[in-house]
């Protein structure tokens, strides 16, 4: 963008009409354009919002409206950076055909792995305060963001569609696909708990790198990318916290033999989300935490190899087999869960005090 380009933008912002800036493309977002601009006194990220994956800009907004109305922010112990309103008192910023935002720069680091446990603690913390804190807001006043998108059910489905349509599958594509197909119980189990748990206010992409640190590393600073913030269960935060925080290996991973569970980052992922959520988990959903982790990456694993299947129309890839490796990388690593199953469970009862 040019710095024209963007002085038109800020231009739609009265605090910011008139005054000297500098700017840099910022950050390493693969979904929206990302940059940093600097007054004499004030430090911005604008975001020019990728209208292709978030077809809804307007319920994004709406969802976030909600949550600043009806939610004290400056509870929180960390900042959540919500998009700030310009002239027309609208958090999207229309120019030149596309949309963008603003939002105060938080100071801090982000991560894209965890360096020590103690950070698997603090994060899985800082969401599950985030879900205790909107506990009294009411999640059927959100709108989804992306219709469907943590359901498994509707995700398996749609392997199932995908596969009918896909001829001639080698020996190895048809091992995955039956590996999916064959979590048929997995999703029973789900839908078990949608039926039983209540619906919260949730993040829904809750990975290391949507969180920002304090600069030393021992605090959250804040809490990022609220585009698919809406109402769902506690078992999609902390089970995408699971996904990506407690594996040995990243998603993009293809070292398949060292692929496992860590379950010393699962207990600290545990005890810090349940210090977040205790006060308001019922007993249902303390329990679809153990399978939490199970769900998000077989979602993950169903997603990738559906995309796989017709032909990555969703997921950017670096090469044509990549959402196929991403589908086995979350095959072994659901394995792995479900092979220590007992083993998280006895932490769970450590750590909960509940029992069965
Ligand atoms: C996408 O683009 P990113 O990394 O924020 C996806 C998540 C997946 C993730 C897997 C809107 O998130 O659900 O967990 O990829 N977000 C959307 O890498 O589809
Ligand atoms: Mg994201």
């Given at each position: 963008m040019k710095e024209e380009q963007i002085s038109s933008i800020i231009g739609q912002y009265d605090f910011l009409k008139e005054k000297k800036f500098e700017f840099q493309t910022f950050g390493s977002g693969l979904i929206h354009g990302t940059y940093l601009i600097q007054t004499s006194d004030s430090k911005y990220i604008l975001q020019e919002f990728n209208n292709s994956v978030f077809k809804y800009p307007e319920r994004i907004a709406h969802n976030q409206q909600v949550l600043g109305e009806k939610g004290d922010?400056?509870?929180?112990?960390?900042a959540l950076p919500l998009p700030i309103l310009n002239t027309l008192n609208d958090s999207l910023t229309k120019f030149d055909g596309k949309l963008f935002r603003l939002f105060d720069f938080v100071k801090g680091e982000t991560l894209q792995q965890i360096q020590n446990s103690e950070q698997a603690y603090l994060a899985a913390k800082a969401y599950g305060g985030f879900a205790s804190w909107s506990k009294?807001?009411?999640?059927?006043?959100?709108?989804?963001?992306?219709?469907?998108?943590?359901?498994l059910d509707w995700r398996f489905e749609n392997l199932e569609k995908a596969a009918q349509t896909s001829?001639?599958?080698k020996h190895e594509e048809l091992e995955i696909l039956n590996f999916y197909l064959s979590q048929k119980p997995l999703v029973e189990k789900y839908l078990d708990f949608l039926s039983k748990c209540p619906q919260r206010i949730t993040h829904?992409?809750?990975?290391?790198?949507?969180l920002i640190f304090t600069e030393d590393l021992e605090k959250v600073a804040a809490v990022i990318d609220?585009?698919?913030?809406?109402?769902?269960?506690l078992l999609y935060d902390f089970g995408d916290l699971v996904r990506t925080v407690?594996?040995?290996?990243?998603?993009?991973?293809?070292?398949w033999e060292n692929l496992e569970l860590k379950p010393e980052i699962f207990q600290k992922l545990l005890e810090g989300y349940w210090e977040g959520i205790s006060e308001i988990a019922t007993e249902d959903e303390a329990k679809s935490l153990l399978i939490a982790g199970e769900v998000m990456t077989c979602i993950m694993g169903l997603r990738f190899f559906t995309d796989h299947l017709q032909g990555n129309i969703y997921y950017k890839v670096q090469y044509p087999e990549q959402n196929f490796h991403r589908a086995k990388n979350q095959m072994i690593f659901l394995r792995s869960q479900q092979r220590l199953a007992p083993q998280l469970k006895e932490l769970w009862y450590k750590i909960t005090g509940l029992t069965d």
């Open positions: 922010v400056s509870e929180l112990p960390f009294e807001i009411d999640a059927s006043l959100m709108q989804e963001s992306i219709p469907n998108f943590h359901r001829k001639n599958l829904n992409d809750t990975k290391i790198n949507n609220l585009d698919t913030l809406m109402g769902g269960l407690a594996c040995t290996e990243l998603e993009t991973s293809r070292n």
